[in-house]
T-cell receptor, first 108, second 117 residues
Framework: AQRVTQPEKLLSVFKGAPVELKCNYS??????LFWYVQYSRQRLQLLLR??SRESIKGFTADLNKGETSFHLKKPFAQEEDSAMYYC??????????FGAGTRLFVKA | NAGVTQTPKFQVLKTGQSMTLQCAQD?????MSWYRQDPGMGLRLIHY???????DQGEVPNGYNVSRSTTEDFPLRLLSAAPSQTSVYFC????????????????FGEGSRLTVL
């Protein structure tokens, strides 16, 4: 079955500390993976996708097919990074499955 | 462009009542979908559509109906609301892959918070 697992419901770090939001997936096909972010009082929006291999707002994510993971990383967290983060898996173009989400709280 | 517009933003229903959540997009996206967001469960796909006249079920379709008569609109109907349908509902659209689904980049509405008493 297709599944996206985000093991941490809440992640709290200090400003300037590194942050890693974990995401593991289960999918037998070739995965397309995404990270979405929802800032307070804003719409859910795309942060980055694995095929782009780009860094957005200092965040990067590498697809590891061997470990079936797509962890989101940032070397130095900022207070404005506090938000809800969702990992998502696109299965063949018709369905996008989301994980349960991780709330990141960056403390001053 | 307004993007994806959902109405109403808030709604309170009594058990057994019916209602329709409206969703409209002005980006000419062929793919549209409805999700519900519940604490600890993330977003779960209810129904989706790859174009006008074509709809299909997602992960949690029971209790919900959809139709897609135009490219712009994708309403979600609750025929007989139940307390288990208390949730925040999100509509999302995506550029088409020519009938092969969506590109994976979903554009979301602001959400509709529904409470069923």
């Amino acid at each position: 079955a297709q599944r996206v697992t985000q093991p941490e419901k809440l992640l709290s770090v200090f400003k300037g500390a590194p942050v890693e939001l974990k995401c593991n997936y289960s999918y037998s096909g070739s995965p397309e993976l995404f990270w979405y972010v929802q800032y307070s009082r804003q719409r859910l929006q795309l942060l980055l996708r694995h095929i782009s291999r780009e860094s957005i707002k200092g965040f990067t994510a590498d697809l590891n097919k061997g470990e079936t993971s797509f962890h989101l990383k940032k070397p130095f967290a900022q207070e404005e990074d506090s938000a809800m983060y969702y990992c998502a898996l696109n299965t063949g173009g018709f369905k996008t499955i989301f994980g349960a989400g991780t709330r990141l709280f960056v403390k001053a | 462009n307004a993007g994806v517009t959902q109405t109403p933003k808030f709604q309170v229903l009594k058990t057994g009542q019916s209602m329709t959540l409206q969703c409209a997009q002005d980006m000419n996206h062929e793919y549209m979908s409805w999700y519900r967001q519940d604490p600890g469960m993330g977003l779960r796909l209810i129904h989706y559509s790859v174009g006008a006249g074509i709809t299909d079920q997602g992960e949690v379709p029971n209790g919900y109906n959809v139709s897609r008569s135009t490219t712009e609109d994708f309403p979600l109907r609750l025929l007989s609301a139940a307390p288990s349908q208390t949730s925040v509902y999100f509509c999302a659209s995506s550029p088409s892959l020519g009938g092969r689904g969506n590109t994976g980049e979903l554009f979301f509405g602001e959400g509709s918070r529904l409470t069923v008493l």
